[in-house]
């Protein structure tokens, strides 16, 4: 049960998606640009690590997550989880798992954001069932926001702002 929980909370914060109205060309979508950028958003969110800051997920326990991206539509989706508010205490667990992600279409969020939507596809528990989790995306410079919901067959309505995620930094750099 615990498991299913972990994994259910892994799910709800899972990255959130882009649609692309126009042709996919080798997985990436193409046309997906944010105002400011001159590349798809599936380019800028991935080929990289993206790592959130220390946040509460119930009392007592808090926890930092990160997103490793890749272009073929692959990630690996790790949460620490720490006894302190600040994240700096030896690890209580540490939980990875491997997801498949599809850039899908655009949402307006009830901030009034365009965020991307994206499907979600992992296996939980102990029968690995092969689940889709849909998520929004918001991408605003190097920072990723993720959608808030509690219903994983629904694209979320909202962003939520406290969990901010950064572009972490190649080893050497």
């Given at each position: 049960?615990?498991?299913?929980?972990?994994?259910?909370?892994v799910?709800?914060s899972?990255?959130?998606?882009?649609?692309?109205d126009?042709?996919?060309?080798?997985?990436?979508?193409?046309?997906?640009?944010?105002?400011?950028?001159?590349?798809?958003?599936?380019?800028?969110v991935s080929?990289g690590?993206?790592?959130?800051?220390?946040?509460q997920?119930?009392?007592?326990?808090?926890?930092?997550?990160s997103?490793?991206?890749?272009?073929?539509?692959?990630?690996?989706?790790?949460?620490?989880?720490?006894?302190?508010?600040?994240?700096?205490?030896?690890?209580?667990?540490?939980?990875?798992?491997?997801?498949?992600w599809?850039?899908d279409?655009?949402?307006?969020?009830?901030?009034?954001?365009?965020?991307?939507?994206?499907?979600?596809?992992?296996?939980?528990?102990?029968?690995q069932?092969?689940?889709?989790?849909?998520?929004?995306?918001?991408?605003?410079?190097?920072?990723?926001?993720l959608?808030?919901?509690?219903a994983?067959?629904?694209?979320?309505?909202?962003?939520?702002?406290?969990i901010?995620y950064r572009?972490?930094?190649a080893?050497?750099?």
């Amino acid at each position: 049960m615990k498991a299913v929980w972990i994994a259910g909370g892994v799910l709800a914060s899972v990255v959130n998606a882009v649609l692309a109205d126009s042709v996919i060309s080798d997985g990436v979508p193409m046309g997906l640009l944010q105002a400011d950028q001159r590349q798809p958003i599936s380019q800028l969110v991935s080929g990289g690590q993206w790592v959130s800051n220390c946040y509460q997920l119930e009392l007592g326990q808090y926890q930092i997550r990160s997103y490793d991206f890749r272009r073929n539509q692959l990630a690996t989706i790790t949460t620490t989880s720490y006894p302190d508010q600040d994240c700096v205490q030896v690890p209580t667990g540490t939980v990875s798992i491997a997801v498949a992600w599809q850039l899908d279409h655009h949402l307006t969020t009830e901030e009034g954001m365009q965020a991307f939507a994206m499907d979600v596809q992992l296996r939980i528990g102990e029968s690995q069932e092969l689940v889709n989790v849909k998520q929004i995306l918001y991408y605003q410079q190097d920072h990723l926001y993720l959608g808030i919901s509690r219903a994983l067959n629904e694209y979320p309505h909202r962003l939520d702002w406290e969990i901010e995620y950064r572009r972490a930094k190649a080893s050497g750099a």
